[in-house]
């Protein structure tokens, strides 16, 4: 077992507890929010060939030009289906043009692309626009620009251009560029399976909590934040405070489970059976983190049938687990998912006052551009994180005038 770990150190351990979990192939559209299991590379230059950017006519040369019937721009006529293709299919004559759409193949022989508004069609002959009045607009001349108006093949990027790293989280536009370079399916990461337990017999669902009570802030959301952080949650279970339920619960969460994550009962009181059921039953890796709030998280490895699952020990602080889960359970998922870690930032602050140890508080962006912590941001709190913009560290030596503090941001 580590020493107290800082909250960066934590971070580091818990990313070496998450081992990457098995690839499968989905189809793109199922792929969004996923993490790529391989990279991945253009298999054909984009665009794949040379194209027409505007509607208009593919011309060789100066001009007038005779027009050529091949490829009519206007298929609501029925002569031609595929305008887009056939416009290039056989090259095209010096002096003649040929009508091309946006996208449509560009023949050989093309010097460039005359825009419909630009062009003059006067019974078989095509002119500039203007060119009656002997003055065609300069927008119109600069048309015939060797090369204008034509997207050339692999303008975008050649054939074997790598689009997607392995480890990267895909994005929308990842998978719509996938799409346009051929891709049906996509390789990722399947998402962990995550039990939640949460205990504290005092924890009510519903209604209106008595003194001594208290209504549950974690089963309505961790699920949820759980799922955007890429697992799966599978399984979230109550359990009251009694040792043998606990490991009864425990066997049973890590024997279908990737990742088990509880809540409460990290305390050093004799109530606080889970830090002594990972004690006893597991190998901690750590059993707190130089941190407030979350200081009593714990991480262990708990056997299974054939594999050590990774277990995270939230403390009951609602405030506290939140930070807490950031800190470690987010570290072990990235790890599983073979993601890298979401980077951090570093903002202004005002200065800050050293303190015993590293807090981590609810922070907002205030008007004067520097950030601040929110009000209530006791580890039983929930009114600054619900204000909060990110988690502002607060270092332990403090942190001097016009000093920048890590921002880290919320797993939602
Ligand atoms: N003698 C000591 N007491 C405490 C210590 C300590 O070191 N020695 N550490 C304090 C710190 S720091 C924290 S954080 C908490 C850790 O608490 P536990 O993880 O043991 O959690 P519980 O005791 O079960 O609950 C603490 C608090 O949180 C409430 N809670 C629990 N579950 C939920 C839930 N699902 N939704 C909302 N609130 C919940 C619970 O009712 C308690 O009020 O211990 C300090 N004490
Ligand atoms: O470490 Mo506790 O998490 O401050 O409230």
Do not use: K
Not at 1 to 13: F, G, K, V
Not at 69 to 74: F, I, K, L, M, R
Not at 77 to 100: I, K, M, N
Request: hydrophobic share 40%; aromatic share 2%.
């Amino acid at each position: 077992m580590t020493e107290t770990p800082s909250w960066q150190e934590a971070m580091m351990i818990a990313a070496s507890l998450g081992a990457p979990v098995p690839a499968h192939p989905v189809p793109l559209a199922e792929a969004i929010g996923a993490t790529a299991a391989e990279e991945l590379r253009t298999r054909i230059p984009l665009p794949h060939y040379d194209s027409a950017a505007m509607d208009g006519y593919a011309v060789s040369g100066p001009g007038p030009w005779r027009l050529d019937p091949v490829g009519s721009a206007e298929p609501t006529g029925g002569l031609d289906s595929e305008p887009h293709r056939t416009s290039g299919t056989r090259p095209l004559p010096q002096g003649c043009a040929r009508a091309v759409l946006t996208g449509g193949l560009i023949p050989e022989g093309t010097s460039s692309v005359l825009r419909q508004e630009f062009a003059d069609d006067r019974g078989g002959w095509l002119h500039l626009a203007g060119d009656r009045t002997d003055d065609p607009p300069a927008a119109a001349r600069g048309d015939l620009t060797p090369g204008r108006h034509i997207r050339t093949a692999g303008c975008e990027a050649p054939a074997g251009t790598v689009m997607v790293t392995e480890g990267t989280v895909l994005s929308p536009a990842h998978i719509a560029y996938l799409s346009i370079a051929g891709f049906d399916e996509v390789l990722v990461r399947s998402r962990p399976r995550v039990t939640v337990l949460t205990t504290g017999d005092e924890v009510i669902s519903r209604g209106m909590p008595q003194p001594g009570q208290v209504r549950d802030a974690f089963t309505p959301v961790l699920p949820t934040v759980l799922g955007s952080l890429g697992a799966r949650p599978v399984q979230v279970h109550r359990v009251g405070d009694d040792r043998g339920e606990l490991d009864r619960a425990l066997d049973a969460a890590v024997d279908a489970s990737d990742l088990v994550v509880t809540t409460g009962g990290t305390g050093r009181s004799g109530a606080d059976l889970v830090r002594r059921a990972l004690t006893d039953r597991g190998t901690v890796a750590f059993s707190e983190v130089a941190m407030r709030p979350g200081h009593p998280t714990m991480a262990a490895r708990l056997p299974s049938a054939e594999r050590a699952v990774p277990v995270v020990a939230l403390p009951g602080n609602p405030l506290a687990a939140m930070v807490a889960l950031r800190v470690v359970v987010q570290p072990v998922i990235e790890a599983m998912l073979d993601r890298a870690p979401r980077p951090v930032s570093r903002v202004p602050t005002e200065p800050v006052q050293p303190s015993r140890v590293d807090r981590l508080l609810p922070g907002l962006l205030a008007e004067d551009g520097l950030w601040r912590t929110t009000e209530a941001t006791g580890a039983n709190m929930l009114r600054g994180l619900a204000a909060a913009q990110g988690l502002l560290v607060l270092p332990r030596e403090g942190i001097s005038d016009g000093g920048e503090a890590v921002l880290l941001d919320l797993p939602w």
